[in-house]
């Protein structure tokens, strides 16, 4: 059974900094590449990035390049997302995905 839990979220103040973990388990995670995406309240659910299967390839969201790092741990089945200098339409609930299945998202809210 495929399985993706979401965990790091949380509240952060403007220019603050989060790393959300994605466990991976059920299926063959190095051959898959995996997705973070997010979706703010009342919009929709948007790509903010890619990494490769082996992790040497990785592709961002305009709004994030320069802010966000994807990651991923082969050994671990893990994935990560490190969000650094965070804004306010950061804000959402943020989901991994891969294998064709999502995880449960976890909450990132950035405000003052």
């Known amino acids: 059974q495929v399985e993706l839990v979401e965990s790091g979220g949380g509240l952060v103040q403007p220019g603050g900094s989060l790393r959300l973990s994605c466990a991976a388990s059920g299926f063959t995670f190095r051959n898959y590449a995996m997705y973070w995406y997010r979706q703010a309240l009342g919009k929709e659910r948007e790509l903010v990035a890619r990494?490769?299967?082996?992790?040497?390839?990785?592709n961002y969201a305009d709004s994030v390049k320069g802010r966000f790092t994807i990651s991923r741990d082969n050994t671990k089945n893990a994935v990560f997302l490190q969000m650094n200098n965070l804004k306010p339409e950061d804000t959402g609930v943020y989901y991994c995905t891969g294998a064709a299945k999502w995880g449960q998202g976890t909450q990132v809210t950035v405000s003052s």
């Open positions: 990494i490769g299967s082996n992790g040497g390839a990785t």
